[in-house]
């Protein structure tokens, strides 16, 4: 296996048995408006991938669904033969519909379409990681993963997974989905305003479980907050770059999978997140949340 990047922010984390850089990167932004179709530069969008790599991110985050298929079908283009080192991660449980919804599909049959269809896409035999996303638009819904996971768990037996995750999921149904199978990772939506798993993060990280925030930045809403700005003019930063550095020094577990699709914006994200906040910005920053 190649030597992991000791220039990224964070250091690394062991999904499973693969170490990553705890600063990966997210491709969801690389498919066209609405995360569907094409991307407007496809060049652009190739070169943010390369560079990626090329400054060491051994974690990528993918769907089948963004475009649908184009950013797979990109990874593919733009870093096969994949480096030893690189984990793709991608997700199942949603397809996309004419108007660009996100329709749920979970049953057995619609989960092993969509593996397929990742590893068609993504140009693969065998998926590195894969996420179970349960819940909805507006977040995790109480109820069983049993069915839905336990198909993934069976792929997996069959050897068409490696590792297994759960995106937008309750802590009930982290537990449930342990009782079945081994998860590697929980990926939910979690920055500086959006504290609500901070116990599920601490009890992740003493079972050696890594937690990966999604909308780290706010998502198509950014973070706004007047605490933020004002600690991010005090240590003379970005606002963003301050969010970034503080999900990194909040536990070990917190992997990040900011997404860009400018290779200038990555460079900023990286040179952000390695930002050290001092204990008092820190202290600062907790009081957004809670």
Request: hydrophobic share 40%; charged share 15%.
């Amino acid at each position: 296996m190649e030597a992991l990047s000791t220039s990224l922010p964070g250091g690394t984390w062991t999904l499973g048995d693969s170490p990553v850089t705890r600063f990966g990167y997210g491709a969801m932004q690389l498919a066209g408006p609405a995360v569907m179709g094409p991307p407007a530069d496809q060049a652009g969008a190739l070169a943010v991938l390369r560079d990626a790599v090329e400054a060491g991110i051994t974690h990528i985050d993918t769907s089948d669904a963004y475009g649908p298929t184009v950013t797979n079908e990109l990874i593919s283009e733009a870093l096969r033969p994949y480096p030893d080192s690189l984990l793709v991660a991608t997700k199942v449980g949603a397809n996309r519909d004419a108007q660009g919804g996100w329709p749920t599909a979970r049953r057995p049959e619609d989960l092993r379409k969509q593996v397929q269809g990742n590893l068609r896409s993504l140009g693969v035999e065998v998926l590195d990681l894969v996420n179970m996303r349960m819940g909805d638009a507006t977040g995790p819904q109480p109820g069983s993963l049993a069915e839905a996971f336990g198909t993934l768990a069976e792929l997996q037996a069959q050897g068409s997974i490696r590792h297994l995750g759960v995106s937008n999921v309750t802590p009930e149904q982290v537990a449930e989905a342990q009782s079945i199978a081994p998860i590697v990772c929980v990926q939910n939506m979690y920055n500086l305003a959006h504290r609500h798993d901070d116990a599920l993060i601490d009890q992740l990280a003493m079972q050696g479980i890594a937690y990966v925030p999604f909308f780290p930045l706010g998502g198509f809403t950014p973070l706004q907050s007047e605490t933020l700005s004002a600690v991010a003019e005090q240590l003379e930063a970005a606002p963003m770059s301050v969010a970034l550095a503080w999900l990194l020094q909040r536990s070990p577990n917190i992997l990040l999978i900011p997404g860009t699709s400018s290779s200038a914006h990555l460079r900023e994200n990286i040179a952000g997140a390695g930002l050290s906040l001092p204990e008092e910005a820190v202290a600062e920053l907790d009081r957004i949340g809670h």
